[in-house]
């Protein structure tokens, strides 16, 4: 079988030049292009730092769809570009894995049914890293026995959307797993907005904002004379490299969206 031949959009970012390293030192992957919205023509490897490797920054994204026809578009950009990417990449017949947060759930419909109207796979992850899916895991079956919880995140203060995905995705899998609570004394009052963070389906969800913070997250679960506390801390975005070299190589076989790397997974 041939090499996997992938393009990175956001190239230039923090997570862009991770995933970059990552392909260069996959032998299984190629990597074609990278995706910026202003450089053009400039060698990605000195643009990120690590010398020379022949291989160009384009800033027209169906250009590169088109004519360097990559198998994957690896998309680390912004949320509303993020969108975009993916939906013109399964237009072009680019299988889109991303790691862009900020998706709502008819967004994530919407991606499905381009899928498979289209017969390519998809993968959207809103975490990457193996640590943050186990934390998920295991918070989905603490709700069962412990269904009082509250989530805190806490990310650089560089990122745009609030909560972040995996708060949202990990309010999602407790929802499953237990009926909506109302959490708290019945009457309390908010002496400053927002300080009770955002609601959903019961549970409140805390976002904190911080530079020097990478990606963290607990969620507390408490009962009667009892806590619990899961946490994940990614203290580096390799962390994250792993899922998304996993997502290359799955979302070669998918015809449909899969959303979330749990599912990719091997029980
Ligand atoms: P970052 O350092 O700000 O990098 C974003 C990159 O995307 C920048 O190079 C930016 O270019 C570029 N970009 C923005 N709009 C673009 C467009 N229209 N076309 C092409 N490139 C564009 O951010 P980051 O920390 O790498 O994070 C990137 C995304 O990944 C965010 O959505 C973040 O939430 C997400 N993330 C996901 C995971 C996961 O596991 N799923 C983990 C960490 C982060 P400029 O410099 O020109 O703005």
Redesign the pocket.
């Given at each position: 079988m041939g090499k996997i031949r992938v393009a990175v959009?956001?190239?230039?970012?923090?997570?862009?030049r991770e995933a970059v390293k990552m392909i260069l030192d996959d032998e299984a992957l190629a990597f074609v292009r990278g995706?910026?919205?202003?450089e053009n023509g400039v060698d990605v490897g000195e643009a990120i730092g690590i010398g020379t490797i022949g291989v160009t920054f384009s800033n027209a994204?169906e250009d590169v769809l088109l004519k360097d026809k990559p198998d994957v578009l690896i998309d680390?950009?912004?949320?509303?570009?993020?969108k975009?990417?993916t939906r013109l990449a399964l237009e072009y017949g680019v299988r889109p894995v991303v790691?862009?947060?900020?998706w709502t759930p008819q967004e994530i419909a919407d991606v499905d049914k381009l899928s498979r109207d289209r017969h390519i796979g998809a993968v959207i992850?809103?975490?990457?890293?193996i640590g943050?899916v186990l934390m998920m895991k295991f918070a989905q079956t603490a709700a069962k026995y412990m269904p009082h919880v509250e989530i805190i995140e806490m990310h650089?203060d560089?990122?745009?959307?609030a909560p972040?995905?995996t708060a949202m995705k990990t309010a999602e899998l407790i929802a499953q797993n237990r009926r909506e609570l109302k959490q708290g004394h019945p009457n309390e009052v908010e002496q400053l907005e927002g300080a009770r963070g955002g609601y959903y389906d019961g549970l409140r969800v805390h976002s904190v904002r911080l530079p020097g913070l990478v990606?963290h997250q607990q969620v507390l679960f408490g009962g009667p004379g009892q806590t619990l506390t899961l946490r994940h801390d990614?203290l580096d975005?390799q962390s994250?490299m792993p899922?998304v070299n996993l997502a290359v190589k799955k979302v070669m076989q998918l015809g449909h969206l899969v959303y979330g790397l749990e599912h990719l997974l091997d029980d």
């Open positions: 959009a956001g190239a230039k970012g923090r997570m862009g995706i910026d919205r202003t994204i680390l950009t912004h949320p509303d570009a993020g975009r990417h790691g862009t947060t900020g992850a809103p975490n990457f890293a943050a650089h560089q990122k745009l959307d972040s995905g990606a990614s975005r994250f899922g």
